[in-house]
């Protein structure tokens, strides 16, 4: 899992992506779940970015977002 940004800056992209995308965080989370299954990171923020038109950095986010939430899922 690559991140190139702070972890502030990481909760303020999230903070943000409501207002920028009109769409939630979880919305997002489903649409990387359904989407084309790539395996690595980079992938998955390029399919969001040109599938979506979002910006890289909003992009890259939802994917590291995604990638703790899922991970989180599997130790519960």
Request: proline fraction near 4%; glycine fraction near 6%; charge should be positive.
């Amino acid at each position: 899992m690559s991140m190139h940004h702070s972890d502030q800056t990481h909760r303020n992209l999230l903070a943000r992506i409501p207002t920028v995308t009109g769409r939630g965080l979880a919305d997002w989370c489903r649409e990387v779940d359904a989407g084309p299954g790539l395996a690595r990171f980079e992938d998955r923020v390029n399919w969001l970015r040109y599938e979506f038109n979002l910006p890289h950095s909003y992009a890259s986010a939802i994917v590291h977002e995604h990638d703790l939430r899922r991970a989180a899922r599997s130790f519960a």
